[in-house]
């Protein structure tokens, strides 16, 4: 058999099978019942047809209200939209499952899947962070509901992920202040940073950025008292850092500014 009359013959085949599939799908739509659709979309979810699956629970969501396998559907309905990381969408769903069902046997499970959802919804860190808090909010809750469950590690790892995540925001925006040389703000997001974050592998560098950008204040600062009082922060400020990295990379760096500090306050003094 010639190659171009095999290749017809697989586009034939193919095309008949989707034919053939699409037609048994409408049929589907148009004949069966509420419950018959139900179990075909099991059927298609176990399959991996998440597609049809969804179709038919979406239909039939809404008609099998205040009936039994208005639970089901619901449920299938929320991994559905997860199976296909429609985040936004299974968050929705497995939020009203809970809310709906609170004594179903499946409310543990759909209150870890939220959390789940809207953590894997988090945008990265620059972006804004109202799902990023949403979920750790909702993990609060699971965790005081089922302080023993079975999800327990996983929320550990979701917890640890997001807190880097907004930790890193954090420190980003406190060191925006000081690349634009807005120094006196600089100062004060840093001092945040650091109080809300103590021991980080960001720590460090906020130490040094503040002292730097107290150091630069008092520079641009107009000679008097103010700024006297701002370098001797500044002296404050590098003590702190030193004392907390003795062998920091920016040891040199924050030597040659504490001395710079030194001379401009034997300056000050002798002019008084």
């Known amino acids: 058999m010639p190659f ?19 037609g048994d799908f409408a049929k589907i739509q ?6 018959e659709k139900m179990v075909k979309a099991v059927e298609y979810y176990n399959n991996g047809d998440n597609y049809k699956a969804g179709v038919l629970l979406e239909e039939i969501l809404p008609i099998l209200k205040g009936k039994a396998e208005a639970e089901d559907a619901l449920y299938y309905l929320a991994n559905n939209y997860f199976k296909q990381e429609q985040y936004m969408m299974s968050a929705y769903y497995f939020k009203d499952f809970y809310l709906t069902y609170p004594r ?3 409310v543990e499970e759909s209150m870890f899947m939220y959390v789940k959802s ?11 962070q109202t799902n990023t808090y949403d979920c750790m909010k909702a993990m609060s809750n699971f965790l005081v509901r089922y302080p023993k469950t079975e999800y327990a590690e996983q929320c550990n790892t979701i917890a640890d992920e997001l807190n880097k995540k907004l930790m890193r925001k954090s420190f980003e ?19 945040n940073f650091i109080k809300e974050y ?9 130490q040094y950025l ?3 950008s107290q150091y630069k204040l008092a520079k641009n600062s107009i000679e008097g008292k103010i700024q006297e009082d701002r370098y001797y922060l500044a002296i404050e400020f590098y003590h702190t850092f030193v004392d907390k990295y003795p062998d920091s990379k920016y040891k040199k760096s924050s030597e040659a500014y504490y001395d710079n500090i030194m001379e401009s306050l034997e300056e ?5």
């Open 268 to 272: 000050i003094k002798s002019k008084k």
């Open 198 to 206: 103590p021991t980080t592998q960001y720590t460090e560098e906020a």
């Open 30 to 35: 148009k004949t069966y019942t509420p419950e």
């Open 173 to 191: 925006h406190s060191t925006m202040y000081h690349k634009v040389g807005n120094f006196k703000s600089a100062v004060v997001a840093l001092s």
């Open 210 to 212: 503040r002292f730097y």
């Open 104 to 106: 179903s046997k499946r």
């Open 118 to 128: 809207l953590y894997l919804d988090s945008p990265v860190y620059n972006l804004d």
């Open 4 to 22: 171009k009359n095999i290749k017809f013959l697989i586009l034939f085949v193919i095309g008949a099978f989707f034919g053939v599939s699409c």
